[in-house]
């Protein structure tokens, strides 16, 4: 395939082109439709949502907030009134608005601050917020900002607002590229060299973009999944163009004409990039395991652009090296070739030294290394799951300045009321429900707490309840388990009320609780898989457990750095207000950290195992495998962290976690698992490394992840016919 490819370099390119246009052109002309589904079957917050949308269709849909504050005097006085009830007014009137409840009215008279300069009007779509567009919540925020008046603050709150005015994404990935391209250019000193890796990247994300907006209407996606997905597809893709390109280069160096070095680059470098996609996307869709709506989407969108990356790394890159051919090389290199002729194959420079030193020293190397992941860990034992809310956002947005508005008027828990749905049947569960309020304000952590008004006939009656803590403290999620096991249940008693508690903290807690309870099934099965994986490709029992070892090290030392970084608050500005990790991070961030800590270790050790089966000399085997592997693995890791690193500039907390997470699981999996440890231990253990148990190697599928070149091959190419002509342009 790399040799039609080549040869067939400008047809390969017509197709990608036209694949970029078509769907492209399809998602755009379709649009996208994004949807945040926390809903989780079999809980308590999912039993009051269904109920809900079933017997209060008007109170089911989105529900957003207009808040507003006077620097002096009351929000009840005639001139705010004035700017204020007209712009509700038109809200009522808005498309898929089911009610606005105003302060001024009867049923609002407890949206006034006790010391009255803070108010707000609630505002309920028929709607879920994922089957509404962003143009709404625009318009929404629009017509209330036009009420703003001098000594008047008017802000909107609410989770399609927020989705309306998130930064339009291009600015990280714009950083990120422009970062990649530096450290492509110093890596390899070309620029041709530089571009190829950055090109096949943006062709397999700028396809996978537009198909994962095809993707959102056939199944949820969350809507920070093309953000991620663009962050995996940066990151692998110029990753597994960087080290065919290499491998490439190398060849010709070496004497191979540019096809011949092209085949012999996919043959080796190229069966080790299917294998590693291959195994960030099994890593990526076995969050299918867990059994969530939520992942689902994001685990498919993530895999769908992995999948496109490898596929422009395999066949669009073969055809690029076609057009450049020699100016792969850069111009000192080109002359250097013409001059004296092909390469030595041994290593030489700073990472053979490296690696003569580690041979040298490799105790207290390793020693050294583990006492850096183990400091690193120790916050991890502290992380503590949640969900960011909108007072994590940026102080500029509306969103923010409505969350902050509230908590200084009504109190901190107001920004997370508790929605506690009662089915009362009878007319004597009335009584009951009495009795929930009752005993739910003498409760500690509740603020306030109130029955809606019932009709006759209603069979549901609806309470809410006001912590006195924030959404994102740990107190409130006690509070939740206690109104849960003690407060409800006393007051069930001796009826047949049943109540349930919901609300979107609540809906955040039980995401957390079910996904922190399905975590260690998880992680179970993505280090069997990688396992097994391992054991295919190396036949090595102490390869794949010091694999399974090193990814949970890996896992552990991020996680510590992103709970100092977040949810301590050590990240100052990056991380915003502290608060807790979100709960589906951990899984994603499991997935790729598996999946790029597997392209590492097949990489590095694929090297190794080849000069083992060559030479049966474990230490030579591991000296010349890291030798002539670690500076691509820096150089791609380098990139891959500037990448990451670039989605703290996202001005969103999720991603900006994502960046700092990876970033920092790839700084500590590179320069020190897989630079320092993995090395360290292959030297201490010796030949078993390599060791396997006879009945088990007769049983094993042989797979060759990174065969050896072939050197009868080089042999057989005269030196003149296999050293290219000197080229004098770039």
Not at 82 to 87: H, S
Not at 297 to 313: F, H, R
């Given at each position: 395939m790399a040799r039609w490819c080549f040869r067939h370099k400008w047809t390969v390119i017509l197709v990608w082109l036209a694949a970029l246009l078509v769907i492209g052109g399809s998602g755009r002309a379709l649009g996208d439709s994004y949807s945040n589904a926390f809903s989780l079957k079999g809980t308590e917050s999912a039993k009051v949502l269904d109920l809900m949308g079933q017997v209060l269709p008007e109170q089911s849909g989105e529900a957003d907030t207009v808040v507003w504050h006077v620097d002096s005097g009351s929000v009840?006085?005639?001139?705010?009134?004035?700017?204020?009830?007209?712009?509700?007014?038109?809200?009522?009137?808005q498309q898929d608005v089911g009610t606005v409840v105003s302060p001024y009215e009867?049923?609002?008279?407890?949206?006034?601050?006790?010391?009255?300069?803070?108010?707000?009007?609630?505002?309920?779509?028929?709607?879920?917020?994922?089957?509404?567009?962003?143009?709404?919540?625009?318009?929404?925020?629009?017509?209330?900002?036009?009420?703003?008046?001098?000594?008047?603050?008017?802000?909107?709150?609410?989770?399609?607002?927020?989705?309306?005015?998130?930064?339009?994404?291009?600015?990280?990935?714009?950083?990120?590229i422009a970062a990649a391209g530096v450290v492509l250019f110093l890596a390899l000193g070309s620029l041709f060299g530089m571009l190829l890796p950055l090109v096949t990247a943006l062709f397999g994300i700028g396809i996978?973009?537009?198909?994962?907006?095809?993707?959102?209407?056939?199944?949820?996606?969350?809507?920070?999944?093309?953000?991620?997905?663009?962050?995996?597809?940066?990151?692998?893709?110029?990753?597994?163009?960087?080290?065919?390109?290499?491998?490439?280069?190398?060849?010709?160096?070496?004497?191979?004409?540019?096809?011949?070095?092209?085949v012999t680059a996919l043959n080796t470098s190229g069966r080790a990039v299917?294998?590693?996609?291959?195994?960030?996307?099994?890593?990526?869709?076995?969050?299918?395991?867990?059994?969530?709506?939520?992942?689902?989407?994001?685990?498919?969108?993530?895999?769908?652009?992995?999948?496109?990356?490898?596929?422009?790394?395999?066949?669009?890159?073969?055809?690029?090296?076609?057009?450049?051919?020699?100016?792969?090389?850069?111009?000192?290199?080109?002359?250097?070739?013409?001059?004296?002729?092909?390469?030595?194959?041994?290593?030489?420079?700073?990472?053979?030294?490296?690696?003569?030193?580690?041979?040298?020293?490799?105790?207290?190397?390793?020693?050294?290394?583990?006492?850096?992941?183990?400091?690193?860990?120790?916050?991890?034992?502290?992380?503590?799951?949640?969900?960011?809310?909108?007072?994590?956002?940026?102080?500029?947005?509306?969103?923010?300045?409505a969350y902050d508005m509230l908590a200084d008027g009504f109190g901190p828990g107001f920004n997370g009321p508790l929605t506690i749905l009662a089915e009362v049947p009878t007319p004597a569960d009335?009584?009951?429900?009495?009795?929930?309020?009752?005993?739910?304000?003498?409760?500690?952590?509740?603020?306030?707490?109130?029955?809606?008004?019932?009709?006759?006939?209603?069979?549901?009656?609806?309470?809410?309840?006001?912590?006195?803590?924030?959404?994102?403290?740990?107190?409130?999620?006690?509070?939740?388990?206690?109104?849960?096991?003690?407060?409800?249940?006393?007051?069930?008693?001796?009826?047949?009320?049943?109540?349930?508690?919901?609300?979107?903290?609540?809906?955040?807690?039980?995401?957390?609780?079910?996904?922190?309870?399905?975590?260690?099934?998880?992680?179970?099965?993505?280090?069997?898989?990688?396992?097994?994986?391992?054991?295919?490709?190396?036949?090595?029992?102490?390869?794949?457990?010091?694999?399974?070892?090193?990814?949970?090290?890996?896992a552990a030392a991020s996680f510590g750095v992103l709970v100092a970084c977040f949810q301590w608050g050590w990240g100052g500005s990056i991380a915003g207000r502290e608060g807790p990790v979100d709960a589906f991070l951990p899984v994603i961030m499991l997935s790729l950290l598996f999946g790029l800590s597997m392209d590492y270790q097949v990489f590095l050790v694929s090297r190794m195992h080849e000069e083992w089966v060559h030479t049966r000399d474990n230490a030579r085997a591991v000296r010349v495998g890291l030798a002539e592997t670690?500076?691509?693995?820096?150089?791609?890791?380098?990139?891959?962290?500037?990448?990451?690193?670039?989605?703290?500039?996202?001005?969103?907390?999720?991603?900006?976690?994502?960046?700092?997470?990876?970033?920092g699981a790839v700084a500590l999996d590179a320069f020190i698992l897989r630079t320092v440890l993995v090395p360290s231990l292959m030297h201490m253990s010796g030949a078993a490394n390599w060791w396997l148990p006879g009945w088990l190697d007769r049983r094993l599928p042989h797979l060759a992840v990174e065969p050896a070149e072939e050197d009868e091959e080089l042999a057989a190419v005269p030196a003149q016919a296999a050293r290219p002509a000197p080229a004098t342009v770039d």
């Open positions: 009840r006085d005639a001139s705010v009134r004035q700017q204020i009830d007209p712009v509700l007014a038109k809200i009522a009137h009867r049923a609002g008279a407890a949206q006034i601050s006790t010391d009255g300069r803070t108010a707000y009007a609630t505002v309920t779509y028929t709607k879920l917020g994922n089957s509404m567009t962003d143009d709404q919540a625009q318009l929404l925020i629009d017509t209330a900002h036009s009420a703003r008046a001098e000594g008047l603050a008017v802000e909107v709150g609410g989770n399609k607002p927020a989705q309306a005015e998130a930064p339009l994404p291009g600015l990280a990935e714009g950083v990120g996978s973009s537009s198909a994962i907006i095809l993707l959102s209407h056939g199944m949820d996606v969350a809507d920070f999944s093309p953000q991620l997905a663009t962050l995996v597809g940066l990151g692998v893709g110029i990753d597994y163009a960087l080290f065919i390109v290499t491998r490439h280069r190398k060849g010709i160096l070496r004497g191979r004409t540019p096809e011949e070095a092209a299917l294998f590693a996609g291959g195994t960030v996307c099994i890593a990526l869709l076995g969050m299918f395991t867990l059994r969530l709506t939520f992942l689902d989407g994001v685990a498919v969108a993530s895999a769908l652009t992995v999948v496109i990356t490898v596929a422009a790394a395999v066949t669009l890159l073969p055809a690029l090296l076609g057009v450049l051919g020699v100016r792969v090389l850069s111009r000192r290199q080109r002359r250097r070739l013409a001059a004296s002729g092909p390469q030595e194959r041994t290593a030489t420079g700073t990472a053979a030294r490296w690696s003569s030193f580690l041979q040298r020293h490799p105790r207290w190397l390793s020693v050294v290394a583990v006492a850096v992941m183990a400091t690193l860990a120790i916050p991890a034992l502290s992380l503590r799951l949640g969900s960011s809310d909108q007072g994590n956002n940026p102080t500029t947005t509306t969103t923010r300045k009335r009584t009951a429900l009495t009795g929930l309020v009752t005993r739910l304000k003498a409760t500690d952590g509740i603020a306030y707490a109130a029955a809606l008004p019932m009709k006759p006939g209603d069979t549901v009656a609806l309470v809410q309840a006001v912590p006195t803590t924030s959404p994102q403290d740990k107190a409130t999620s006690d509070l939740i388990d206690h109104l849960r096991d003690d407060v409800v249940p006393a007051a069930e008693r001796g009826s047949t009320m049943k109540a349930y508690v919901g609300g979107q903290t609540a809906i955040f807690k039980d995401f957390s609780t079910v996904l922190f309870g399905k975590l260690p099934l998880f992680i179970g099965v993505i280090i069997a898989l990688g396992f097994v994986l391992l054991l295919f490709a190396f036949r090595s029992l102490v390869v794949p457990l010091t694999a399974a070892v090193m990814n949970l090290v890996a670690s500076r691509v693995i820096n150089s791609a890791a380098v990139i891959m962290i500037c990448v990451f690193a670039a989605f703290v500039l996202s001005g969103q907390r999720v991603l900006a976690m994502f960046g700092v997470g990876l970033a």
